[in-house]
Structures are given as C-alpha cells and as structure tokens.
C-alpha cells in the first residue's frame, strides 16, 4: 500500500455539519463580475441557510476592498464570510487558507471564482444527493463548463478528501494546474462524478492571470504523477478501511488509469505549450519579464522537487529516469548548480562520458569550486580554531592559578 494505512473516516466523530456546502471563491479587482455571481447563487440557490461563501480578497486589491467597505457588492443572500489576507503566489494557497477559515466542518466544499454563473436551479439539492451517498467525504465531483472537455475545472470535494491528504491543493502552482491534479486524483482513486448541473464563466472563458512559462508547468505537472498515484492510494485506503479484497481491486484500477495518464503525458512539446501561453495568458510579455518573488518562490519549489525525485530515481539506479527530472529543470527560469552536477553524474552512469565531461566543464566555468582556494582556507580555519582553543585553556589556568 505504499505507507497508505486503511483508515474509517466518520462524520460524527470528525464534527462536519451535515448538508453544510461550503463555496471557496477567490477574487481580484472584479466586483461587477462578483455580484453577477452572487446574483446567479441567489437566484438558483435552493437552502441559502446551509450554503456559505468564504470569499479570499487581497490586502492591496483596493477596488474590491471599497466596494466590500461600501456594501455595493449585493447581498447574494447566503452566509457570506469576507477573509482579507496578504496576496498569494497561486490559487492553491487560497483554496488552502479558506479551508481553515471555514473550521474543515462542511460536508462538501466548492471551487467557484469571481466569474463563475451559477445556472442550475436547485444546483445544491443535486450536490447534496450526490454527497449523502458516501457518508465518508471521499468523492470529487463537478459542473459542466460549457468552455471545457469533461474535466473538473469546478471541483466539489467531500470533506473526507482533504482530511485523508490533510492538505486541499497541492499548492505548486501559479494557475491552471490544481483543478486538474485533483481531477486526475479523482478518476485514478475511482470517486469521480460529472453531476447534472451547469456552473458557466461570466462573459466566457477569458483569460488567464499570472500565467507565465507554461512548457515548464506542463512538464513539472507531468513529472508529478508519482505524488498523484500516492494521493490516489491514500483515498482508495479510507474508501475500503475494512475490505482488503476491494482495495486490490481498486489499486490495480487506478494503476490502469495512470498508465493511461502517463500516456497522453508522453506527447509533451514545448512549442505546443508556448503557443498555448501565447493564446491564453492575460500577462504582457513585460510583465512575464518583470521579477515577481511569490512567482519565484513557487518556481524554485517546484524546480527542487525535481531534483527530489532525480535524487530519489538516482539512489535506485534508475539514471534514464532522473534525467528526465533534470531535463525538466531546464525549461524553467532558474539554473541549479546540483541539478547540473547530478545530471552529469547520470550521463556518466549511462555511458555518455563526452557529454558528462562537457558539461561538468560548464558547471565549473558557471560555478567556480576554486579548489586549492577553499582546502587552504580550511587548512587556515583550522589552524585558527585550534588556536583559539588553545588560548582559552591557557587562559582559564593561568586564571585559576592567580587565584
């Protein structure tokens, strides 16, 4: 089972608030597109009293925060709580934050945005039958978008499914990609379910903020798949806590369904991707060139996990497979010293000698080791610290023989 222990999950125990749905939306300088939603849920919501919005505003988004302050944002006519917190490197972070904010005690939770159109009538009745099913809170299920193939671009968990990962999204990316690592987590543990009802964006799809290197995230999402499998397997080990026999059955399912995965993932490009940045991103190519630290730090995370895993393939004697991992770490916009030497180690170990020599040649010209330099440094340290050493204990005798 790979370290996923069967574990019973109970609502009671756990305190979730039955039929409690909770919306996780987060917004950004788009009041007039926030009421259109919030006139949609009032108009489609069947129990308000049981729906709660947890709405994530920046601290610096002035535009909504006056319009919050000023109550010109109609009232959507169900629990609303506004949470104000400093601005994120990516939505993950904010789904997260909201989750916490709501005290983890809804039945089911709910990805929306600023711009999404609520169009089902009683849409929350149909989320709440469909829930009532699994009294252990593992399931994802989603809207159709209009704008998108059958993926769960609005996921609906139960609250079972965080509690069993113990985190909401996996928190690696700018944009795009939670939705559709949770939706490739949902068909793989086999809780997967297109619900009859529609959830449209406002005005159509647009486009997408703080998107920026997409080959790179692609490939990154990609590469990520072994954390997927193991989310999948966690799932499957709360769903079948007491029947051996039916999780066998549903760990080799999910092992079919991402050998597929790995599949359609063998067909990455690069230009492909560029073109998709191309035809989707709302940043300029200015504003992609401009430093941003949140995006930094995001990057930077997901280029160590890479090395992570090429260590972790390395350690297994699998080289062909790390240097996929390493060669991922090209597309991004940093450049690793350790990512470098260990692919040079991989060559090496493959029989790519020429290769391995040149490009230990470029790391060395890009990261000086001055060798001679640091030993006779040491050497100094040492002699120094000795040294010291040697002072103190003359000192305290010569202390305690004046005394």
Known sequence: MNGAKPTHLDPGQSGIRAGEISILCATRGRPEMLAESFASLKATTAQKDKTHLWIYVDEDDQITRRAVDAGTIPDPGLPIHWHI???????????????NASGRASEVYMISTDKSQFVTPEWDNVVRAKFAEYPDGVLLAFAHDPNTADQATYPILGWGWPKALEYFFSGYFPFWFEDKWTDEVGRMAGRFFKLPIVIAPIRGRGRTQRMRNVPFWVRFFQLTLPERKDAARKLIAVMHPHDEAARATALKAMEEVAAGLAKEQEAFSDVYATFQEERHTAMSPEERNH??????????????????????????????????????????????????KLKADCLRALGRSAEADRLSREVLAAWPEMGAVRRLFRFLGMVATEGKRLFVIA?????????
């Open 291 to 340: 430093f941003n630290a949140l995006y930094f730090k995001l990057e930077a995370q997901a280029v160590s996990r890479l090395i992570l895993f090429a260590e972790e393939l390395v350690a297994q004697g699998q080289h062909a497979g790390a240097l996929k991992y390493l060669d991922a770490t090209l597309l991004s916009d940093l450049r690793v010293r350790w990512a470098e």
């Open 85 to 99: 917190g400093p601005r994120t490197a990516g939505l993950g972070e904010i789904h997260q934050a909201l989750w």
């Open 395 to 403: 000192t305290e005798k010569t202390n305690k023989h004046s005394h």
